[in-house]
């Protein structure tokens, strides 16, 4: 399809007379993208908290409209000014026309280039003077609607400025709601963890004082005893009756103490239970620990009985009491000698004698 290409002249008066039009164009763009806008973010409520670049964006557009509008109203001043000089032009014929009209002749001083004697005639005259009131008369057509169009923008555009806040604070409260929910799941997740840490635990556990204790993934923590990221974990907890005491190991793969880096030791620890006060304190049970010959050759066994006046056998006022047990348990060298650990894995065994309970 073939344009035309305008020339200044053109350009110009096409600029005049369509700037009422251009001036709407741009208000029906700002209204469609309030209404896009409004539309996209009812939506999709959360899309300002993963991209808040979107309202920058949309600040941008609204910017780009108002420097618009600013020429316009430039356009504006420029054909007041127009009409201000057309106003000067059209007194100026009419005192000219009035001479005439008097003497037949135009003053000396205002005769026009071409006409060396005599004035321009009257009807010649009153056609200049009708064209120029004529295009007075759409120039002042063209201005009223040019204001009227820019008072309507600038009450559309503060419209759009007041729904893209609304919008803003709709987003913020969004974001403050996933914040909530976010902290909320949070929170479950820690209950949930805790859930399955006693179901694990209930899983493991015993009520005959005893506890068979599998160690698996054996040379990694070994690895972080001995570079000290973990020196030491426990046991799952056991009991010696569904109502007795609470008890679990503790256990250093890397030695602690004079066994550290020589031995691997092993420590009892009693724990806070439910029926504490039900019990009889301080704590007087034999304790025994075996470290299991999975070939059942040779188990390392090692015992003792608790001492009534140290603190770690008295009723606990924490969760746990400070451990006691076995510093020098087993040297590392005898690890390998024995089938002790096969597969990754040793089973360490902990007896509490119950006969007297």
């Known amino acids: 399809m073939n344009q035309q290409v305008l020339s200044q002249r053109e350009k110009k008066k096409h600029l005049e ?3 009422a039009h251009h001036t709407n164009l741009i208000l029906h763009l700002a209204l469609r993208l309030s209404k896009e806008l409004e539309a996209f973010l009812k939506r999709e409520p959360t899309v300002m908290s993963r991209s808040p670049q979107l309202l920058t964006n ?7 409209i108002l420097t618009q509008m600013q020429m316009g109203a430039e356009e504006t001043r420029n054909h007041q000014c127009k009409l201000r000089e057309h106003s000067g032009r059209i007194t100026s014929l009419e005192r000219q026309m009035a ?20 004035g321009l005639p009257n009807t010649e005259n009153t056609m200049r003077t009708t064209h120029l009131e004529n295009r007075t008369a759409d120039h002042e057509v063209l201005l009223v609607e040019n204001n009227r169009t820019i008072e309507d923008t600038r009450r559309d555009v503060g419209n759009v400025k007041r729904q893209l806040d609304t919008n803003q604070e709709s987003a913020r409260r969004q ?15 820690v209950t949930l963890a805790d859930l399955e840490e006693f179901v694990r635990q209930q899983e493991f556990s015993s009520n005959d004082g005893q506890l ?17 990221q973990q020196v030491s974990f426990y046991s799952p907890c056991f ?4 109502y007795g005491y609470k008890m679990c190991a503790r256990l250093y793969l890397n030695g602690d103490g004079v066994g550290r880096g020589t031995h691997i030791s092993v420590f009892f620890v009693v724990m806070r239970g439910q029926y504490d006060a039900l019990l009889r ?40 009491n400070i451990a006691s047990g ?26 509490v004698d119950t006969s007297d309970l």
């Open 239 to 242: 009991y010696t009756s569904r």
């Open 212 to 228: 068979l204790w599998k160690i698996s993934d054996y040379a990694r923590k070994r690895n972080d005893a001995v570079t000290g």
């Open 326 to 351: 076995c510093p020098m348990f087993c040297s590392l060298a005898e690890l390998n000698n024995h089938a002790y650990m096969r597969d990754d894995a040793m089973f360490l065994k902990i007896i």
């Open 99 to 118: 001479s005439v009209n008097v003497s037949g002749v135009a003053p000396s001083n205002q005769r026009p280039p071409g006409n060396n004697e005599g």
């Open 281 to 320: 304190w301080p704590f007087r049970q034999k304790v025994t620990f075996m470290l299991l010959d999975q070939d059942n050759v040779e188990h390392v066994i090692d015992a003792f009985r608790p001492d009534p006046s140290s603190s770690s056998f008295q009723r606990p006022r924490r969760e746990t």
């Open 17 to 19: 007379q369509e700037n």
């Open 58 to 64: 949309y600040d941008s557009v609204i910017q780009d």
């Open 175 to 189: 974001e403050r709601r996933v914040e909530s929910i976010e902290h909320t799941l949070a929170l479950r997740n």
